[in-house]
């Protein structure tokens, strides 16, 4: 079964630092894009910083400057360095990718179970 495995939240104070891993595993004949996503309650879930299927990295207007997407595709794994964080950063941070199972035609979004992120003031 394929899955994502995130890390790396927890409670940091503003302007602090937290970088969040996501790794894929399973029988994975192909990876497409990868990104993060983050989640408030009443709130639609935002993609924070993702990997186009080309390659192209699209950042929340929000966090540009402040936050890098990197990709280690021998690890499958994508990670989102967070610096100077501020409380509205706080959310549960969702980690997605677009994957094709070994065996499968087609690719299919696939969806860590989340990390939380909450930033003091």
């Known amino acids: 079964q394929v899955q994502l495995v995130e890390s790396g939240g927890g409670l940091v104070q503003a302007g602090g630092s937290l970088r969040l891993s996501c790794a894929a595993s399973g029988r994975i004949a192909s990876i497409n894009a990868m990104g993060w996503y983050r989640q408030v309650p009443g709130k639609q879930r935002e993609l924070v910083a993702g990997?186009?299927?080309?390659?192209?990295?699209t950042y929340l207007d929000s966090v540009k400057g402040r936050f890098a997407i990197s990709r280690d595709n021998a690890k499958k794994t994508v990670y989102l360095q967070m610096n100077s964080l501020k409380p509205e950063d706080t959310a549960v941070y969702h980690c997605n990718a677009e994957i094709r199972p070994s065996g499968y035609d087609s690719a299919r979004d696939y969806w860590g179970q989340g990390t939380q992120v909450t930033v003091s003031s």
């Open positions: 990997f186009s299927r080309g390659g192209t990295i």
